[in-house]
């Protein structure tokens, strides 16, 4: 369990388990995420390279990773990457951003989806998003090389792209689009 400043004992031994976690804010209540390995960053930073060269100037709209959103519901969530239309980015904060992204991207680990459990916990992350507003979120799922789309509403995914399927922005970021097999090294 990661621990805060207040309670580390400089002199115990950790695990670089217990180093390796972090917290989202569900309910009130503290919910381990955690921390994204050598895989998710680097699809994470496709990502983020490929919107930079469309929108260098973020006029579209601004990209986040790995950033925890206030969503004004107790909910502070930290998607793998958000994604806010222009108009609705909020100034710049010392914390979380304020607000619910546009698009959110969740890369899945191989461990996400070994358990029922774990699975049901993807899927209500999912529907999580979509009551807060999320009107369109990518589900990355490294192992299969698959990204599954959601849309509001939409429980279950509209899209499941593979291989040389394009993944599109579209209306959020008019004309963004990335070949799945680019993101997994293809």
Known sequence: MALSA?????ERIYTPEEFEERYELVNGKLVKKPMSGDEHITIARLIMKR?????????LGKLWGEVTFDVGTGWMPIPDLGFMVA????????KSVKGV???VVEMHSPSDLRSRVKREAIATKIRNWQEVGVKLIWAINPSRKQIEVYQ???????????????????PLIPGFTIKVSELFGG
């Open 6 to 10: 207040r309670e580390l004992n400089r």
């Open 51 to 59: 919107y930079d060269r469309f929108d260098p100037d973020e006029r």
């Open 152 to 170: 509001p509403g939409q429980f279950e995914p509209v899209q499941i792209l593979s291989g040389e399927d394009e993944l599109k922005a579209d």
């Open 101 to 103: 992204p546009d698009l």
């Open 87 to 94: 108009e609705r980015v909020p100034p710049l904060s010392p």
